[in-house]
């Protein structure tokens, strides 16, 4: 299951989309003005934004460029009946992952949200985490933390073995300057920025249990 949201402030569309994506088992938050959906954004972790262009303001160009700005990475697609080249190339360069036109085909438009909800499976998860192996980015409530490169590179070893003690020596090749005390303040450092608990084994090395 998914959780969605949906800006759209044509009610009849609105409630469509919301029904076809709720058959296919997923959570569907509706916003009908843009700083309705804004709002929600600080109050959720979604999974996909479905955003129309011309909504009450701000619109949803303002909306996605604002989340952008703040470091959200959502995937996101518009959904709007502006069709021209302009309009379109604005939508990529802010940052949006798809453009669906009005009207179009409700069975096309499920084979993409789906396509797009399967490329986000790729992600971890780890409590209110997300983590993306491609590129080494982690996020919490949607806004990426601010790690250190060898940060990245030990939460990234901790998450892909959970509940599986990481050895001291693995983190040390991942440091300039191996030791000890380095250690424990790298992950002093990683345990207050990403608000997680890390178990010491002592002696022996660190991990993270399961949620």
């Given at each position: ?57 701000p619109s949803g160009f303002e909306v996605l460029q604002e989340l952008r700005s703040a470091g959200d990475t959502t995937t996101t697609f ?9 309009s379109i190339s604005k939508g990529f360069d802010i940052g949006a992952n798809d453009y669906l036109k009005k009207p179009f085909d409700l ?105």
């Open positions: 299951m998914a959780i969605i949201l949906l800006l759209e402030d044509d009610e009849i569309l609105s409630q469509t989309i919301t029904s076809i994506l709720r058959t296919e088992g997923h959570d569907v938050h509706k916003a009908s003005n843009g700083r309705e959906a804004y709002d929600l954004t600080f109050v959720n972790r979604y999974d996909l934004y479905l955003f129309d262009v011309n909504v009450p303001a518009f959904i709007t009946a502006l069709s021209d080249i302009d069975d096309e438009f499920l084979v993409r949200v789906r396509a797009a909800l399967k490329r986000n499976q790729q992600v971890i998860y780890y409590k209110d985490i997300v983590f993306e192996p491609s590129t080494q980015q982690v996020f919490k409530n949607n806004f990426e933390c601010d790690l250190s490169p060898v940060e990245r590179m030990m939460f990234s070893t901790l998450v892909q073995n959970i509940d599986r003690t990481v050895s001291k020596e693995s983190f040390y090749e991942i440091m300039e300057k191996p030791s000890d005390a380095a250690l424990r303040v790298h992950i002093t450092h990683l345990k207050h920025k990403l608000g997680i608990d890390i178990t010491n084994i002592r002696s022996v090395g660190y991990r993270l249990e399961s949620c």
